[in-house]
């Protein structure tokens, strides 16, 4: 079999590592535009702030490992067209500029995403700067190295780090927002609100519900940021204004979803069945909803990968969906979420609520502990954990990872509340904290007089 993999992303890395792992006579071939593969853009923050000494250690493979392991790789070279039915692509080398045609049994597509660039007015000014690549974060790089002010535009996670990142060097740090929170995709408002306070208490200055229109150099050689609110003064920008997905080589060849994304079927197929795709350019099923939703996450792209490559010789390996669980880092504090949180569910006019644990992580008779909230939300009429949102000084991430399996498994607030956890004082209390966030839960429920049939009938066969 002859496949064609476009783009050496996370995901057209580890197709073409796991086809040729599980099936070396096949004939792989790579195009990618760069000469780079497999750069880990969430290692930037780490690199600025001086956690990560090398940048050149956020690749994880090679053209060179790729071709060791047999796949035809041919970097520089970008695909100008697709041909669907004929089973082609076109071609061009970058460096010569030869152009030509290349056929494929089956074709994998794991072009990516491309950062957001807003329409705003002065935005190819060499003062402001997208991040994604190798380049981009080298540019970066340089920049906080020559300039001390910085703003940055768009409070997701990318931005979030950086804020982070450049005021532990010492920079001064202004984050503007559209919207009345940060992390919107992620926290909900009050989680949010507290991030606020912590990265103002380091010195980072949030401007909520300010869009920036314009860009501007004034006089003083200055970069002028321009919002309705007035205008404010920096030595640089970065643009963190989310992604879109790498999709126009099919467009109208295949179905996309509502952001521009490849559909794919449970088996990651677009809508033609010799065309796959997996990574930022293609949809995900969204476990919370059960519906497409586009979350480019590097988490999100090896898995749907390892099924590629699978898949594409009739293994069938079906996609679970995803949770969009991740995690950061900011000023000590470990923020993890899964799932939907209450506001985004609200939107989608699910029936849903949402309890709030504040406490402790482990026994206060212990030598040491820290502050803990946990903000989980769940579906009134099913009683199905919904998402979560966590954190606290101690490391709480993995407790994300439980809760986003509850939630792919569709498990209730009553499961949830009862479910097998260790006690340990040196881990937890005799109930574990998600114990008790979905123990309030059911109490909220029961208060309403919603009580669970399962713990009625149970109530009721022990004479209760």
Known sequence: MKVIIVGATHAGTIAATEILKIHPE??????????????????????????????????????????????????????????????EVQVANMITGKIFKDTYDKLVMA??????????????????????????????????????????????????????????????????????????????KKMSDGIVDMLAQHGVQIFLNHRVTGFNGDS???????????????????VTSGFVANSD????????????????????????PDIFAAGDCSMVRFNPTGGPAYTPLASSAVRQAVLVAHNLFHENYPYMGTQATSAIKLFGYSIATTGLTLEHALKRKINAAQVVYEGIWRPEY???????????????????????????????????NAISIAIQNNNTIDDLSLVDMLFQPNFDNPFNYINIAAQLAVDQERQANNDSPRFTALGNQQGL
Not at 228 to 235: F, P, R, V, W
Not at 380 to 399: C, F, N
């Open 26 to 87: 096949t004939e792989v071939t790579i195009y990618e535009r760069n000469n780079n593969f497999s750069f880990l853009s969430c290692g930037i923050s780490l690199y600025l702030d001086g956690q990560v000494n090398r940048l050149e250690d956020m690749f994880y493979s090679s053209p060179e490992e790729l071709r060791d392991m047999g796949a035809k790789v041919e970097d520089n070279h970008d695909v100008l067209s697709i041909d669907a039915v004929n089973h």
């Open 111 to 188: 072009t990516g995403s491309t950062p957001v660039v807003p329409p705003i007015f002065g935005i190819d000014n060499a003062k402001v700067l997208l991040c994604k690549n190798y380049q981009q974060a080298q540019e970066i790089y340089q920049a906080s190295e020559k300039y001390h002010r910085i703003a940055i535009v768009g409070a997701g996670y990318s931005g979030t780090e950086f804020a982070e990142a450049l005021a532990k060097t010492g920079h001064e740090i202004q984050m503007f927002q559209n919207g009345d929170q940060i992390l919107d995709n992620y926290v909900g």
């Open 220 to 238: 003083d050689g200055n970069l002028e940021l321009e919002t309705a609110h007035g205008n404010y003064s920096a030595d640089a920008a970065i």
């Open 249 to 272: 080589l099919l467009h109208g060849q295949v179905e996309v979803e509502k952001h521009g994304s490849l559909l794919v079927n449970g088996h990651m197929q677009t809508t033609n």
């Open 366 to 400: 212990m030598p040491t502990t820290d502050a803990l909230t946990i903000m989980m939300v769940y579906n009134r009429d099913t009683r199905r954990v919904l998402g979560a949102q966590l954190i606290s000084k101690h490391e709480i991430a993995q407790s994300a």
